[in-house]
């Protein structure tokens, strides 16, 4: 049994505990933003109020409510809850719950639900040690990650999960959470700073909330003597507790910008998107975003000498040129400098001519390779520098371009079973049109030595 003094700490903790943890929802009707799982008839809350909840796996971006859901799931239940967090746990943890839910089923019939915190954080031979319990049903997981459990959960757990995905808050429920904050504290606030406030949560509840804590301590620093008629505006010790735009802007300069490693590829393809789309401020927008969450620039360079020749290509040359140097800055500059280099790339790709002929040309080559018969390589282009080569006919009827004065001369570079083949096909952008122009004076001569 606690002794006075726990109670008092326990009580003491509380007092001080952060706002986004004292507003805890205590019921499913209280979470917010999540209607579409915890809803009346949706599939998590009917299964947890049938207390029948099989393995889950929450996953969702920061600040959605999974640890909530998880600690009434634990109130709800009649089956013993075992909490762990994949941070400070370990195998011989795993094996010490397992060890308590057998024992447990054993002698009082009594199922155990294990809850995994940051489940993505245990390596794989961790998460292999839960299998044969979550298999044989000694326990139920019930397991929470930011992250995409297909990219960091083991496929034999993932596949005896069910996957509930939480979804970012939408503004009417950040508002919602942020006017309970503002009643749990006594505070008012002004209407911009809370629509403000709701805006720049960009769905993080808590962070929504930790923000609102922030603005009212500096609502409360920078106010100054008791105004008659505020006693509702006033905390204990007789100062406002009014919070306005300047305060809530204030509170929210310190916040960093993240993202799980799902959003990762939404953000970068995003950007891709943009450059290819032409658009050089939502490319530089997308391009800031990574930088400020602090993305590899390696990668994002990496990407950049991708997209150089898969979407601008032939088109404007120089592309390649411009993200390789930029790619090399980043190696022999680094942060925060090469954010200029990286920056120059993307508003020369983003506003380059665009063309995919090069990728095009290379997939419908490697089609041919993998579908059609290989042919031999013609005898005229077979090499014929070794001694015995021209016995064998190697080489014999090569034309060398050089002694043309156009510098090119009609003749076949490929077997005959693809003769006619066409893989490239230059676009009319950038200098892609003169290459077309060029390439259609070479093919009209073709044809007519194929007609002599």
Known sequence: MPDLFDVAAEQ????????????????????????????????????????????????????????????LIAGATSQAFEPLSAVNAGVKD?????????????????GTILFLDEVHRFNKAQ????????????????????????????????????????????????????????????????????????????????????????????????????????????DGAGTRKHVTLAHAEAALDARALQYGRDEHYDVVSAFIKSIRGSDPDASLYWLARMLEAGEDARFIARRLVILASEDVGMADSMGIVVADAAARAVEFVGLPEAGLNLAHAVIYLATAPKSNSTIHALGEATRDVRERP?????????????????SLGHGKGYRYP????RGWVPQSYRPDELAGRRYYEPSTHGEEEEIRRRMSEHGAEFDQQGDQ
Do not use: C, M
Request: proline letters at 4%; charged letters at 25%.
């Open 12 to 71: 003491h903790l509380a007092a001080r505990a952060p706002l986004a943890a004292r507003l805890r929802p205590r019921t499913l009707d209280e979470v917010v933003g999540q209607d579409h799982l915890l809803g009346k008839g949706k599939a998590l809350r009917a299964l947890i109020d049938a207390d029948r909840l099989s393995s889950v796996i929450l996953w969702g971006p920061a600040g959605t409510g999974k640890t909530t859901i998880a600690r």
């Open 94 to 110: 795993v094996r010490e719950v397992i060890e308590r839910a057998r024992r447990r089923l054993g002698e009082h019939g009594q």
């Open 127 to 234: 998460q292999d040690a839960l299998l044969p319990a979550v298999e044989d049903g000694t326990l139920t997981l019930v397991g929470a990650t930011t992250e995409n459990p297909f990219f960091e959960v083991n496929g034999p757990l993932r596949s005896r999960s069910t996957l509930f995905r939480l979804q970012h808050l939408d503004e009417e429920a950040a508002t919602t959470l942020l006017r309970r904050g503002l009643e749990a504290e006594k505070a008012t606030i002004d209407d911009d700073a809370l629509t403000h406030l709701a805006e720049r949560a960009a769905g993080d509840g808590r962070a929504a909330l930790t923000a609102l804590e922030v603005a009212i301590a500096l609502a409360a620093d920078h106010t100054g003597v008791p105004v008659a008629g505020l006693a509702g505006r006033l």
């Open 374 to 390: 290989a042919g031999e390589v013609p005898t005229h282009l077979r090499d014929s520098h070794y001694q015995g080569a021209a």
């Open 402 to 405: 050089h002694d043309d004065p």
